[in-house]
């Protein structure tokens, strides 16, 4: 009915998020190149690049799922656009919103998370192995 919402609702709010954590980035990033310190040459994935690749887990999720909703007509072009309030079962949309749509947002932001905790595995294991072929060098 609407679980596409809200993982639709993560996305939006994540999205906003990484606008802000991009604008801090290169404002340090500006900041450090003026000073001239060491922060400009940090090696690894800007944690606004991995917000990105929540965004569009999201945005894809989501995508996807209203348009499955629309292709079984649950969601409709006109007011109230949802079948399920048109027809009066509120309770059941959001029932399906707080267990299926909760349930897909929190199973996506996980698998973010572990998409995020081996990316910095492997920037610690690239920058140990730099480390140690300079000391060897």
Do not use: Y
Not at 64 to 90: D, N, Q
Request: glycine letters at 10%; aromatic letters at 6%; hydrophobic letters at 45%.
């Amino acid at each position: 009915m609407a679980c596409f919402l809200v993982p639709g609702t993560e996305a939006i709010v994540t999205t906003i998020v990484t606008a802000v954590v991009k604008k801090k980035e290169n404002n340090d990033l500006k900041k450090a190149s003026v000073e001239g310190t060491s922060a400009a040459e940090k090696i690894g994935t800007k944690f606004s690049t991995k917000l990105g690749w929540l965004n569009k887990m999201l945005w894809g999720g989501s995508a996807l799922l209203a348009f499955e909703h629309i292709w079984h007509g649950e969601v409709i072009p006109t007011f109230p656009f949802l079948t399920a309030v048109k027809e009066g079962e509120v309770g059941g949309m959001l029932a399906e919103m707080g267990t299926a749509g909760v349930t897909m947002a929190v199973l996506v932001t996980a698998a973010w998370v572990g998409m995020v905790i081996v990316s910095n595995v492997i920037e610690k294991r690239q920058a140990e192995n730099t480390d140690s072929k300079e000391v060897k060098a």
